[in-house]
């Protein structure tokens, strides 16, 4: 059997454990047994307690520079409505060339492709260096137990590799489409407005919350936040609630409460997006309370030898230079780029979270045949 039929075969096994955030599922012991046949050394890191308790694994083949590492996840999103799969979505089946089951596409097939294209490249091993391996179980749940917390252990470890790829997928239509060497931050915000009740028609006898959150979400109702940047589109605002629990038609509420979320370039922070905001709410005026919570700060990965690789390998095996990217959600990328340059590149992800999610053996071949030719441009001037 070769090694990219190996790689197919890997994402399949991965499939078929039911690795829901924050189940392992066996998704982990698989991978363990697999680097460490390869030679790798492997840990365990389990952070969190109790129900908040995640697995994670770092695997590390050789212990001198230069040092390259991938980074991923097993844990998947729940299936949804079983009913409604064509294939069982945790049985892993490959019908007519394609990979069906949940995480087929985010991220268990990315995981295989960069596993499998590292043996085959250590089948003839560079005379130093090393190759790492970051995987966590948490990236589809809170992200809170998992690669931000084993960032600071590979730091404080003395195992920072110089420089990663995710293999999230980040294709949209076909192989070597996008690669994602940034991402946007993601600040959202709770917002209530306490006012005072009253019968509708007596308007002055009440304070109606209403008429002070309307001006208040006004900058962020579905807005453009500034002209974008070389690499970012422009930031945007969009409110995703409102509600007063006001079942009564002459009634003017007591509280209201909305709730909004940013998308934010490197032309701002979370912390100067809140200080704006917040002098907005004031000029409005009334009495209200905002709870913030930012998930994601905005990075960029500038254009250099990390997304050159990445680019001069997908031309070479698909036929196709995949342009720059910082759109879409967020990633783990933005924890792993506080110690390393970072950068995504993966399957196509047309059906990630959806029904019937499913990849084609050929796209985890081929993807495979990529990490294989980056790993031997980074260490060709070691073999």
């Given amino acids: 059997?070769?090694?990219?039929?190996?790689?197919?075969?890997?994402?399949q096994r991965l499939v078929q454990c039911p690795s829901v955030t924050p189940r392992e599922g066996g998704a982990l012991d698989l991978l363990e047994a697999e680097l460490t046949a390869m030679g790798c050394a492997c840990t365990r890191l389990p952070?969190?307690?109790?129900?908040?308790?995640?697995?994670?694994?770092?695997?590390?083949?050789?212990?001198?520079?230069?040092?390259?590492?991938?980074?991923?996840?097993?844990?998947?999103?729940?299936?949804?409505?079983?009913?409604?799969?064509?294939?069982?979505?945790f049985s892993g089946e490959i019908v007519d060339g394609r990979l069906?089951?949940?995480?087929?596409?985010?991220?268990?097939?990315?995981?295989?492709?960069?596993?499998?294209?590292?043996a085959r490249f250590l089948e003839t091993p560079p005379q130093q260096g090393s190759i790492s391996f970051l995987i966590t179980g948490d990236e589809e749940g809170?992200?809170?137990n998992g690669t931000t917390r084993?960032?600071?252990?590979?730091?404080?470890?003395?195992?920072?590799?110089?420089?990663?790829?995710?293999?999230?997928?980040?294709?949209?239509?076909?192989?070597?489409?996008?690669?994602?060497?940034?991402?946007?931050?993601?600040?959202?915000?709770?917002?209530?407005?306490?006012?005072?009740?009253?019968?509708?028609?007596?308007?002055?006898?009440?304070?109606?919350?209403?008429?002070h959150l309307l001006v208040m979400l006004a900058p962020v109702n579905g807005c453009e936040l500034d002209g974008g940047t070389e690499f970012f589109d422009p930031s945007t605002?969009?409110?995703?609630?409102?509600?007063?629990?006001?079942?009564?038609?002459?009634?003017?509420?007591?509280?209201?409460t909305a709730q909004?979320?940013?998308?934010?370039?490197?032309?701002?922070?979370?912390?100067?997006l809140i200080g704006w905001l917040e002098e907005h709410f004031d000029r409005v005026g009334g009495t209200w309370e905002a709870h913030w919570k930012a998930t994601a700060h905005p990075f960029l990965t500038p254009p250099g030898q990390l997304t050159d690789m990445i680019a001069?390998?997908?031309?070479?095996?698909?036929?196709?230079?995949?342009?720059?990217?910082?759109?879409?959600?967020?990633?783990?990328?933005?924890?792993?780029?506080?110690?390393?340059?970072?950068?995504?590149?993966?399957?196509?992800g047309k059906t990630m979270h959806k029904i019937d999610e499913q990849v084609t053996a050929e796209d985890i071949d081929s993807l495979t045949d990529i990490y294989t030719h980056i790993l031997n441009s980074f260490f060709e001037q070691v073999r």
Wanted: net charge negative.
């Fill in 150 to 211: 084993m960032v600071d252990w590979v730091r404080d470890n003395d195992q920072v590799p110089d420089m990663c790829l995710v293999g999230e997928p980040t294709n949209v239509n076909e192989m070597g489409d996008v690669i994602k060497n940034g991402r946007r931050g993601s600040l959202s915000c709770k917002l209530t407005v306490t006012g005072m009740q009253g019968h509708v028609a007596y308007p002055h006898l009440a304070d109606n919350p209403l008429t």
């Fill in 237 to 256: 605002a969009n409110v995703t609630s409102i509600d007063v629990g006001n079942k009564a038609g002459n009634v003017i509420p007591a509280n209201a």
């Fill in 312 to 348: 001069n390998a997908a031309e070479k095996i698909v036929g196709r230079r995949p342009r720059l990217s910082t759109n879409g959600g967020t990633s783990d990328a933005r924890f792993i780029t506080n110690i390393c340059p970072v950068a995504e590149f993966g399957l196509v």
């Fill in 47 to 89: 952070f969190g307690e109790a129900e908040e308790r995640v697995d994670n694994l770092f695997a590390r083949w050789g212990t001198e520079g230069p040092h390259f590492a991938f980074a991923g996840h097993t844990d998947v999103v729940p299936p949804g409505d079983t009913a409604a799969w064509t294939h069982d979505p």
């Fill in 260 to 272: 909004f979320n940013i998308r934010f370039n490197t032309e701002h922070s979370a912390e100067s």
């Fill in 100 to 118: 069906h089951g949940r995480g087929a596409a985010d991220m268990k097939g990315g995981v295989a492709a960069f596993v499998a294209a590292t």
């Fill in 142 to 144: 809170d992200a809170i």
């Fill in 1 to 11: 059997m070769d090694i990219t039929s190996q790689a197919v075969l890997l994402a």
